[in-house]
């Protein structure tokens, strides 16, 4: 399934994802000029996990 997100419910995912994962730092998890498919990408780099394993983790928020 294909996440589409807003700046309002990043706001919501990103204070999840913190509390989930603690090593995301804020800068990990700020919304640059890139896309969605890009923040994602470097997130799940970052938790050593595959955009897979990370949508799954969204979608069970």
Known sequence: ME??????YWNELKSKLNEKYPVLTN???LWRNGTE???L?????KLRKTKKELQAIIESF
């Open 37 to 39: 498919e890009d923040l």
């Open 3 to 8: 996440i589409k997100f807003d700046i309002i």
């Open 41 to 45: 990408r470097m997130i799940a780099l």
């Open 27 to 29: 800068s990990d998890l």
